[in-house]
């Protein structure tokens, strides 16, 4: 799976819109596109870019899972 595919799937799994998620990559909605579909003229970033924005997405869905969890009531 490329590393467009992850950043995607990743992206629906948050249910975030691209630009919701360039904001949370701290990104132009424009990079943000770039990477989720790089061509020959903007080609996907570092390999440890590539690692840090999966990473940041990562703990951002592990964070809404955790608040979900907390919300849900415990059954007596």
């Not at 249910?15 to 061509?39: D, I, M, V």
């Amino acid at each position: 799976m490329t590393f467009a595919d992850q950043l995607r799937q990743a992206r629906l799994k948050l249910g975030f819109s691209q630009s919701e998620t360039a904001q949370a990559l701290s990104l132009s909605r424009r990079c943000y596109q770039y990477w989720e579909k790089p061509n020959e003229f903007n080609p996907a970033p570092h390999i440890l870019m590539q690692e840090a924005a999966l990473a940041r997405l990562a703990r951002i869905q592990a964070l809404m899972d955790k608040m979900l969890d907390s919300e849900r009531p415990t059954a007596q």
